[in-house]
T-cell receptor, first 118, second 109 residues
Framework: DAGVIQSPRHEVTEMGQEVTLRCKPI?????LFWYRQTMMRGLELLIY????????DSGMPEDRFSAKMPNASFSTLKIQPSEPRDSAVYFC????????????????FGSGTQLSVL | RKEVEQDPGPFNVPEGATVAFNCTYS??????FFWYRQDCRKEPKLLMS???SGNEDGRFTAQLNRASQYISLLIRDSKLSDSATYLC??????????FGSGTKLNVKP
């Protein structure tokens, strides 16, 4: 079975440029999450979707960040304009709907996108 | 205040040792609890869920204390392959998963 697929694996860009990160969740999963990981702040939840609808975007740092999920098999996280402090690993994760205590509640992560903004 | 707090370590232990990690969480309404493992430059992967009665998976034992809002992970007979960062994870009723910053474990020969 294919897992969560993210692209690109690495992105190097210059300050001010637009960056688009892509994610294909596991087929049949109802939830999609975008996380950012840095040494200083660890894994931070940016936004999550349920059935393609954004549910909570309170973790999105500022208006430069936007995320979309046009269909059940694709999501994007866009940064425009990018800044050096956006440099981090961005993970996408998907999850089936939780049906009870713990048993089916599991996050499946993609391999991440290492973003470097110079 | 962070949702989940962990000691960052590192914990440096010899092979065969027993090591314990702890974490605390701030939201008393949290519903589900997990330990994830993250290898260097890799994605986090579920190690085990944590149940109220405590649970064991081979050399790994997880405990939950809801009254103290405290979660623990015990690793017995440590192997070199256990070297990784262990992330404590808490899920709220809104299906939000909050991660601790992780505890780094180094198992040495």
């Amino acid at each position: 079975d294919a897992g969560v697929i993210q692209s690109p694996r690495h992105e190097v860009t210059e300050m001010g440029q637009e960056v688009t990160l892509r994610c294909k969740p596991i087929s049949g999963h109802d939830y999609l999450f975008w996380y950012r990981q840095t040494m200083m702040r660890g894994l931070e939840l940016l936004i999550y979707f349920n059935n393609n609808v954004p549910i909570d975007d309170s973790g999105m740092p500022e208006d430069r960040f936007s995320a979309k999920m046009p269909n059940a098999s694709f999501s994007t996280l866009k940064i425009q304009p990018s800044e050096p402090r956006d440099s981090a690993v961005y993970f996408c994760a998907s999850s089936p709907a939780g049906t009870g205590p713990a048993t089916n509640e599991k996050l499946f992560f993609g391999s991440g996108t290492q973003l470097s903004v110079l | 205040r962070k949702e989940v707090e962990q000691d960052p370590g590192p914990f440096n232990v010899p092979e065969g040792a027993t090591v314990a990690f702890n974490c605390t969480y701030s939201n008393s309404a949290s519903q589900s609890f997990f330990w994830y493992r993250q290898d260097c430059r890799k994605e986090p992967k579920l190690l085990m869920s944590v149940y109220s009665s405590g649970n064991e998976d081979g050399r790994f034992t997880a405990q939950l204390n809801r009254a103290s809002q405290y979660i623990s992970l015990l690793i017995r007979d440590s192997k070199l392959s256990d070297s990784a960062t262990y992330l404590c994870v808490v899920k709220t009723g809104f299906n939000k998963f909050y991660f601790g910053s992780g505890t780094k474990l180094n198992v040495k020969p």
